[in-house]
């Protein structure tokens, strides 16, 4: 079965302080991928990667950075010196490949910057 | 142009009335998905849509009769409903396949009374 474990419920940080958002994942497949989405207040959710199973490399983008670990089956979000704007719910997906359309998405992470 | 747009923004509806949503991406892609998400919860996947033929459909109550008229539009429409179904509902479209990253619209907030 497939499985995606967020288990921060929710997270309050002041601004311009560092966050990392954790995600745990299960599968058995050997071809899977990961995504993180953002949610703002607003309700549109807004694709911000994509890693696949076979790419461990880390990957940042501005102050967004992903560690992807495979040995322990996490792919954490971290924001760096976050804003006000940053305040948002963020789910973690996993699919399973070509074959399925369906994401496991975790429960989410309500992160809440304060200024 | 990376936009999925939805309509109308909100919907209030009584238990007898029929209603429609629409969604529409230009995006040149062939799957088109419709989600259901309750306060405080993850989307829940409710229909896919995969070149334009009904894919997914995750036991969805009848009253939900989702459609897709052509590679660009996906409707759901909405008749009897119940004040459960209230809930914001999510189009999403990507390239055919799982390992694709899914592009949400805004969504419609429904209330149902």
């Known amino acids: 079965a497939q499985k995606v474990t967020q288990a921060q419920t929710e997270i309050s940080v002041v601004e311009k302080e560092d966050v990392t958002l954790d995600c745990v994942y299960e599968t058995r497949d050997t071809t899977y991928y990961l995504f993180w989405y953002k949610q703002p207040p607003s309700g549109e959710l807004v694709f911000l990667i994509r890693r696949n199973s076979f790419d461990e490399q880390n990957e940042i983008s501005g102050r967004y950075s992903w560690n992807f670990q495979k040995s322990t089956s996490s792919f954490n979000f971290t924001i760096t010196a976050s804003q006000v704007v940053d305040s948002a719910v963020y789910f973690c997906a996993l699919s399973g490949g070509s074959g399925t359309y369906k994401y496991i998405f975790g429960t989410g992470t309500r992160l809440k910057v304060l200024a | 142009d990376t936009e999925v747009t939805q309509t109308p923004k909100h919907l209030v509806m009584g238990m007898t009335n029929k209603k429609s949503l629409k969604c529409e991406q230009h995006m040149g892609h062939r799957a088109m998905y419709w989600y259901k998400q309750k306060a405080k919860k993850p989307p829940e996947l409710m229909f896919v849509?995969?070149?334009?033929?009904?894919?997914i459909n995750e036991s969805v109550p009848s009253r939900f009769s989702p459609e897709c008229p052509n590679s660009s539009l996906l409707n759901l429409h909405l008749h009897a409903l119940q004040p459960e179904d209230s809930a914001l509902y999510l189009c999403?479209?990507?390239?055919?396949?799982?390992?694709?990253?899914?592009?949400f619209g805004p969504g419609t907030r429904l209330t149902v009374t």
């Open positions: 849509y995969s070149y334009e033929k009904l894919s």
């Open positions: 999403a479209s990507s390239q055919v396949g799982g390992r694709y990253e899914q592009y």
